[in-house]
């Protein structure tokens, strides 16, 4: 068996994306190009092309005039693609990103203000146990579904929307983005491989179902919105599959038909323990970082990005793995690393690089 390669990769992609039905993953969604990218090379339309600094993670992004999705491949060997679970997984993947070039097409707007939402949003153990009582509910809705548990899961949300409604709308935000390309990922599986989509859907429903998942929220709610959408479509439910220049959550008018319901929701052991050695655990890792940083920047910096998949916020700082942007007057700049953010308003006035 010779060795795989990009080129060789891109191929038999490009062939098993030619059997996928698009139409059947999402009402209107279509295949978009694709490129494979590593820290030396390009493969688009089959051919090498110049790398460029656009070619940043794995995402969609506008080429030329045209929605494209990317995927680094980077480390370790390519030839774990000759396996074929490894290989449909992928093929999944960059539908995925696929599915964001849709959404961008489409001027789909329900994105979250990442920025805001790391200051904004708030942790605590009400608040989780809440979440979390919801969040075993719709696990349940998707392996024994009944409409008294689905009337039951709705008006948990209505509480949630009304007595949290900050955090309700940052959640509601990234299962409409997130938690739709990660859908689509599924259903690929699902068109392609009965015994993949269903170890894929297992382990949403343990990690949906474990609340240490709860923090950081972002990470969890893609397989909230993905396993919501399953039991909308499994069940027919009446929601709006629509992609496009709107504010509500797909399965918004399922909540609304539901009452608000004032409800008590005591604070489990576990999980006040959880939020507590979460809460020391960052201190105590933020501290380090003060005491003991790798290098200070200190000035007057607009933050522009960071790593939003796992960032986090305490006491008038914000952490970003593997990389950060900020603007420097007119200067824009990006560090690579681990880095804490002391913030003043809205603007950085020291960054920290972590040893």
């Keep these: 068996m010779t060795s795989m ?13 030619e059997t996928i039905d698009f139409a059947k993953l999402w009402p209107g969604f279509h295949r978009y190009p694709f490129a494979l990218y590593n820290s030396a090379m390009v493969i688009l339309e089959g051919k090498d092309i110049q790398k460029t600094d656009e070619f940043l993670a794995n995402t969609a992004i506008l080429y030329r005039g045209h929605y494209l999705a990317i995927w680094q491949l980077d480390d370790g060997s390519l030839d774990e693609y000759y396996d074929a679970s490894a290989f449909l997984i992928l093929t999944s993947k960059i539908i995925h990103e696929m599915f964001h ?20 949003y708030r942790y605590s153990p009400d608040y989780m146990q809440v979440k979390h009582e919801e969040d075993l509910l719709l696990c349940r809705l998707t392996e024994c579904f009944s409409q008294r548990m689905l ?24 299962e409409a ?3 739709s390309a990660s859908f689509v990922e599924l259903q690929v599986l699902k068109q392609c491989n009965d015994t ?7 382990e949403i429903l343990a990690q949906v ?41 797909f399965y918004s008018g399922l909540i609304d038909l539901v009452s608000y319901q004032k409800k008590e929701y005591p604070v489990s052991p576990d999980i006040k323990a959880f939020f507590d050695e979460d809460q020391r ?43 950060i942007a900020y603007r420097d007057g007119a200067t824009p700049i990006s560090q690579w690393g681990n880095f804490l953010c002391a913030l003043q308003g809205p603007k950085v006035v020291k960054v920290y690089k972590e040893a």
């Design 151 to 174: 009337n039951e899961f709705l008006v948990h949300r209505m509480f949630r929307q009304i007595e949290y409604p900050y955090e309700y709308r940052y959640e509601a935000s990234i």
């Design 196 to 202: 993949l989509y269903t170890m894929r859907l297992r």
């Design 281 to 323: 655990m960052l201190r105590s890792k933020f501290d380090d970082i003060l005491q003991h940083p790798a290098a200070v920047w200190q000035g007057d910096f607009e933050l522009l990005g960071l790593n939003v998949y796992s960032a986090r916020y305490l006491d008038g700082y914000v952490f970003s793995e593997h990389f």
């Design 177 to 179: 983005i997130e938690g």
């Design 5 to 17: 390669t990009l080129k060789k990769l891109y191929a038999a992609l490009e062939e098993t994306l």
């Design 101 to 120: 070039a849709f959404q961008y097409e489409s001027k789909e707007k329900r994105f979250a203000n990442e920025l805001e939402a790391l200051t904004r």
């Design 209 to 249: 179902s474990t609340f240490s998942n709860l923090i950081p929220i972002r990470i969890i709610s893609y397989d909230i919105g993905a396993l919501f959408l399953t039991v909308c479509k499994e069940q027919q439910l009446d929601i709006n599959w629509l992609i496009g220049p709107m504010d509500d959550i």
